[in-house]
């Protein structure tokens, strides 16, 4: 059974940083395409970046020029780096094994302040 833990979320102001991390517990971690998602009060959760077991990545929503997603498969941990941060990126942040049924973890709370 893969279990995922988010850590890393805290409270910033607008402009700082975060780095995000995802602790992959099971087998197999380097062979799965991984993501980070997240999910404002009242919407939708949404895509925030994926990572192929290859490493090639892949951003939403004009993302990229502040976020970067990344993985150590020596240490099965999944990382989400994001500068600059705006008050919009407020959120819950979650990471998920892409596979069809794969884990989620429980969540992270990032709250940007402007």
């Known amino acids: 059974q893969v279990q995922l833990v988010e850590s890393g979320g805290g409270l910033v102001q607008a402009g700082g940083s975060l780095r995000l991390s995802c602790a992959y517990s099971?087998?197999?971690?380097?062979?799965?395409?991984m993501g980070w998602y997240r999910q404002a009060p009242g919407k939708e959760r949404d895509m925030v970046a994926v990572?192929?077991?290859?490493?090639?990545?892949n951003y939403g929503d004009s993302l990229e020029d502040r976020f970067t997603i990344s993985r150590d498969n020596t240490k099965s941990t999944l990382y989400l780096q994001m500068n600059n941060l705006k008050p919009e990126d407020t959120a819950v942040y979650y990471c998920?094994?892409?596979?069809?049924?794969?884990?989620w973890g429980q969540g992270t709370q990032v709250t940007v302040s402007s």
């Open positions: 998920k094994v892409l596979i069809p049924g794969g884990s």
């Open positions: 099971g087998s197999d971690f380097s062979l799965y395409a």
């Open positions: 990572i192929t077991s290859g490493g090639s990545t």
